[in-house]
Nanobody
Framework: VQLQASGGGLVEAGGYLRLSCAAS????????MGWHRQAPGKQRELVAV???????TYADSVKGRFTISSDNAKNTVYLQMNSLKPEDTAVYYC?????????????????WGQGTLVTVSS
């Protein structure tokens, strides 16, 4: 499974960005897709995830500002980030949890995208 993320960039505090992540390859089933982030000198942390059924989970730090959504037909997940703060600056990584067809069988798989940088200036 390959993940192609886009939408990162530089924005002023209070601004907004929209991240996208498209999954492709031998996808059999998607259980969860979402986003984690890693700021310099810090551990990777959950930002938001969404299940195939539409259930969402958010980090407390982004509740009310970020919205995760998905287009199941396109195997794509989106993260709308509003009211951005300097502390949101990080590399954002797309996550895929599900199963894929490999060597004639179906296997569970967890995949990470390459990361997209979000920089929020004060």
């Amino acid at each position: 499974v390959q993940l192609q993320a886009s939408g990162g960039g530089l924005v002023e505090a209070g601004g907004y960005l929209r991240l996208s992540c498209a999954a492709s390859g031998s996808i059999f089933h998607i259980s969860v897709m979402g986003w984690h982030r890693q700021a310099p000198g810090k551990q990777r942390e959950l930002v938001a995830v969404i299940t195939s059924g539409g259930s969402t989970t958010y980090a407390d730090s982004v509740k009310g500002r970020f919205t995760i959504s998905s287009d199941n037909a396109k195997n794509t997940v989106y993260l709308q980030m509003n009211s951005l703060k300097p502390e949101d600056t990080a590399v954002y990584y797309c996550l895929f949890v599900g199963s894929a067809t490999l060597a004639g069988g179906v296997s569970p798989t967890t995949n990470w995208g390459q990361g997209t940088l979000v920089t929020v200036s004060s």
